[in-house]
């Protein structure tokens, strides 16, 4: 296919849809060339170049032709329990949590945006269905929505292969699932429990009440933003904020947001996955840094976005604090000022964290490759690299930058528990449960109580039991 029609056919994509690829990266050619024949054979016509006329033409019929094309670009893979670490995290601590804050009006709203055939929603409603009497007289609604209706027809449909159920627990599969000549069929217990509907996070306007999605509780919207481009993130996002009730989680899949607008959404780092949360009024804190980029930071540190030093007297550790409090442009102005044959190793790690926080991620890479030529034997630069692959989808390259912290800092549990989410993301259980295994016996040499950098708000003691269950 001529490299020129496919970059023009994939600007006319990205304009109108805002999904962004490639079209000349081997993995991204092949599903623009297959997609582009599929979509030439449903119209019945005979030529690329007449293809595109279809979709330039503008109007309804432009726009179906359009949508139908990009939704052969995104790969629809689904299954029950995606991630077993997030769903732990969903059992264990979010639902919980949510619960306690609606015990008074004992209402839960949950919106899947971007479902695909459903397995997200309803493996959902299995995990409330698992909370018994515990929801007894609770009004608990879930959504999932998405732009293709063929898929969301086998969704109601609610009838699956051996495929979609490879992650299911046995016990899941004999409770909520009988045989079917198609496959399984979902118990309809569980089926009545998701409504689903068509919706565009680009085109579509939210919070809407038509479709119930308003007020949600808690938003999961996986595996959808990387085939977006950063405006288009940062507008669903701000979407997904004013839909959400004050105390409501929006969880992404594993680095979809790192370093991307989250409005007033706040990052919370669990052992298992980062989740966004949506301010609290009782809960107003400064602005917290990237999720996993973060350290803590000592109480002796100033707190405020500028500290009260003169500017030529700020030291590496006041920059770090101006990090922290998610003064980024503060703390590159302050780093820039640092002579170039002045700067170490850690100016250029705080420099390469402040352009990531604000989204500057080829910037951020180059200084932290620069970093890394000064010091090969700092895990810093890799950790913050490892953050940026995943933020761009690059997750084999994130595996190799945590897999050279673990080598130069064997000690870094954060990175044990990255790599096995990431492992886990990639549908690699063994890996992902020997990462488990060994942040886990790091773990056990620690006390209860000890603090467990970047994992604030959480003791040893509470990532190991997270750790425990996940295993």
């Not at 680009?202 to 919207?221: M, Q, S, T, Y």
């Not at 991620?361 to 810093?380: H, Q």
Request: net charge negative.
């Amino acid at each position: 296919m001529d490299e020129e029609f496919l970059r023009r056919l994939a600007a006319v994509v990205t304009a109108n849809t805002g999904i962004h690829l490639d079209p000349v990266e081997p993995g991204s050619a092949t599903a623009f060339t297959n997609a582009l024949e599929a979509g030439m054979k449903a119209k019945g016509v005979s030529t690329p170049a007449a293809y595109l006329r279809l979709i330039e033409a503008g109007g309804e019929e432009a726009w179906a032709v359009l949508s139908e094309l990009a939704g052969r670009l995104i790969v629809e893979e689904s299954y029950f329990f995606r991630d077993r670490g997030q769903f732990e995290l969903l059992r264990s601590r979010l639902l919980p949590e949510l619960m306690a804050r609606r015990s008074g009006e004992k209402r839960l709203r949950i919106w899947s945006a971007g479902c695909s055939t459903g397995e997200e929603p309803y493996s959902v409603a299995i995990v409330l269905s698992e909370f018994g009497q515990g929801l007894a007289g609770w009004d608990v609604s879930i959504i999932g929505t998405d732009f293709r209706p063929d898929l969301l027809a086998r969704a109601r449909l609610g009838v699956y292969g051996d495929w979609a159920l490879r992650a299911a627990p046995q016990p899941v599969r004999e409770n909520y699932f009988r045989k079917d000549p198609g496959g399984y069929a979902l118990d309809e217990r569980i089926n009545r429990m998701v409504a689903f509907e068509r919706c565009d996070l680009v085109r579509d306007e939210f919070p809407d009440a038509g479709k119930g999605i308003h007020d949600v509780d808690l938003i999961i919207c996986r595996n959808v933003f990387i085939y977006y481009e950063r405006k288009t993130v940062a507008e669903v996002v701000g979407k997904f904020e004013k839909t959400m009730r004050p105390g409501g989680f929006l969880m992404t899949g594993h680095g979809e947001l790192y370093g991307a607008a989250q409005g007033g959404l706040r990052p919370r780092l669990f052992p298992e996955s980062v989740v966004y949360e949506k301010a609290r009024p009782e809960a107003a804190a400064a602005p917290r840094p990237w999720p996993l980029a973060a350290k803590k930071v000592s109480a002796a540190r100033p707190a405020a976005v500028k500290p009260s030093k003169p500017e030529a007297a700020l030291s590496l550790d006041d920059i770090e604090a101006m990090i922290r409090a998610g003064a980024y442009k503060e703390a590159e102005e302050a780093l820039r000022r640092i002579p170039a044959d002045g700067a170490d190793c850690r100016a250029l790690c705080l420099l390469g964290e402040a352009l990531a926080s604000m989204g500057r991620l080829a910037e951020a890479a180059s200084a932290l490759r620069k970093a890394e030529s000064i010091n090969r034997l700092s895990p810093a630069p890799h950790y913050v690299l490892a953050q940026i692959a995943l933020e761009q989808g690059r997750f084999r390259e994130a595996v190799e930058s945590l897999e050279k912290v673990i080598y130069l800092d064997p000690d870094r549990i954060a990175a044990y528990l990255e790599l096995a989410s990431i492992h886990e993301g990639l549908g690699e259980d063994e890996p992902a449960r020997r990462m488990r295994k060994a942040g886990l016996a790091l773990l056990n040499r620690l006390t209860p109580d000890a603090a467990v950098p970047p994992y604030e708000g959480m003791t040893a003691g509470d990532i190991r039991e997270a750790v425990s269950r996940m295993l």
